[in-house]
């Protein structure tokens, strides 16, 4: 699989972050920087992108936005570049977003902005004798995008502690290896390495599926109890409270992107292609934009549970009293959980 998307590297990130510190105007009203991983998860993004979505809302109200766009690989690279300045909004999985929320509660007040959609991800194996969780052993490899701490490998946590105790959730922890998603997906495919298993995601899992050495294991919504939120987007207190104009727009072009995919996936599946670049078959794209267990939408759905059980485990110290805890005010008017 070729990517031809420049893919922002955690020492590239390091060095912008040195750049952004020195700047006094890294996060001035007017400019907002943005990184997203790879993936149809991230297809509300590439709406707003494809459709200059920011900037249409940003003339609106009188102002003109510059937009800087990044890809990262994982989320311990987005929530350090954040906190570094280097990036104004990040996304990643539910788990990582409330640990840096945690984390900064009453420094930097990291909160998620919205959800970037409900989609399930489905744990992969090329390995004919893993059919459950109790079958993984130490020989199998399990390649997820952050190791221990992201969306996948909390997931799996979760999951670990119901079947093995509380105890033991960080069971499968040794044998997860971080690794972005299109290294996985040409891993699992091609076969023969120590990768013979990968925690995946939407468009991967469907592409791996495609071959007949690869099974699921199990599915996020099995272990969440139905559709719940993949990804977020999230920022600090700063840059939401200095940038209303900017946040808005943002926020805006968000909504409309929804209902621009909802309205028309097959051309939505078109935008993914342009914008991510990708070499999938239109029609394999059209055929997971269209996934009835998929929901492009930036509310909220069961991020709570995490919040609940990663505080249950110890990962989180403290117990949020709702999802509107963690989210900033703009996303509360909506149906969330």
Sequence with gaps: MTLKRSSLTLLAASLAAASALLSPGAQAEGKISIAQQFGIGY????????????????????????VEWNSISGATAMNESLLA?????VSAGVPPMLT???RTKGKQ???????????????????????????????????????GVGFQSRTL????????????YKKFDDISISLAHPDATAALIAG??????????????????LNPNVHKVLSSYDILGGQATF?????????HDENPK??????AALAEAEKIIKADKPAAAKAYIRVEQSKLPLDLVEKIVQDPEIDFTIVPQRTYIYAEKLQELGVLKNKADSWKDYFFEEAHSGNGS
């Excluded at 509300?44 to 920011?54: A, E, F, G, M, Y």
């Excluded at 300045?85 to 909004?89: I, K, M, S, T, Y």
């Excluded at 900017?246 to 926020?251: E, I, L, R, S």
């Design 43 to 66: 297809l509300i993004l590439d709406v707003v992108r494809d459709q200059h979505l920011i900037e249409k809302h940003g003339k609106e109200q009188g102002l003109d936005i510059q």
């Design 85 to 89: 300045g280097a990036l104004d909004v």
């Design 100 to 102: 840096l929320w945690e």
């Design 109 to 147: 007040n990291v909160k998620a902005i919205a959800s970037l959609g409900s989609m399930p991800n489905y744990l992969l194996t090329n390995n004919p004798n893993v059919k459950t969780l109790k079958d993984f052993s130490e020989k199998d490899r399990i390649a997820v995008p952050a190791a």
């Design 157 to 168: 946590q979760i999951e670990t502690a119901k079947q093995f105790g509380n105890a033991n």
């Design 192 to 209: 023969g390495s120590e990768i013979n298993s990968h925690f995946s995601s939407p468009p991967f899992q469907y592409q791996e599926l």
């Design 231 to 239: 990804n977020v987007l999230y920022t600090t207190q700063k840059f």
């Design 246 to 251: 900017t946040y808005k727009a943002f926020y």
